[in-house]
């Protein structure tokens, strides 16, 4: 698996018990929004809508917008967790967990640790901290988020931008 060793890695051992399963959030979208007319006009993304074209897809879609909560980082080394190169491929061989989490542990910390930024459902927490002035919107057609700062989109980033 010469894939995985190639990411520097870093620390620590016991975190594999912590590891979120990475199963794909799923915000049921009416099946209608699933598939979009090739042919359709451009919105433009914007805070002040719930229809725009998606960045990241391109389809004239609803948008979910979701407010953010902070939950305190509380492993071991008070930093976010990042799994990479050989913790990520002992993570992938772990006899602890079928293969089919494996491989879903797998698609999680690469599209984590290419940059992307997702929705994942994760155990339920409870927070008070509201994190003022950052919002997420995702899209019913293809489920990706973007990030919102301000009430710019910051996720993804616009190639076409000035
Ligand atoms: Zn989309």
Redesign the pocket.
């Known amino acids: 698996m010469d894939m995985f060793l190639t990411a520097n890695s870093v620390p620590k051992e016991n975190y594999e018990g912590g590891v979120a399963l990475g199963f794909p959030l799923v915000f049921a979208p009416p099946p209608a929004y699933r598939r979009n007319p090739v042919t359709q006009q451009t919105i433009e993304p914007s805070f002040k809508l719930a229809r725009f074209t998606?960045p990241?897809?391109?389809?004239l879609?609803d948008q979910a917008w979701f407010n953010t909560y902070a939950n305190a980082i509380q492993n071991a080394e008070g930093v976010p967790l990042r799994i990479q190169g050989a913790d990520l491929e002992r993570l992938y061989h772990n006899p602890q967990f079928p293969p089919e989490v494996r491989e879903q542990k797998l698609e999680y910390w690469t599209r984590v640790n290419n940059g992307e930024v997702f929705l994942d459902r994760w155990a339920p927490i409870h927070s008070d901290t509201f994190v003022a002035g950052l919002e997420v919107s995702a899209?019913h057609?293809?489920?990706?988020a973007a990030i919102w700062f301000g009430g710019e989109m910051v996720y993804p980033q616009q190639d076409n931008k000035e």
């Open positions: 998606c990241s897809c391109n389809q879609s899209c057609a293809c489920m990706k």
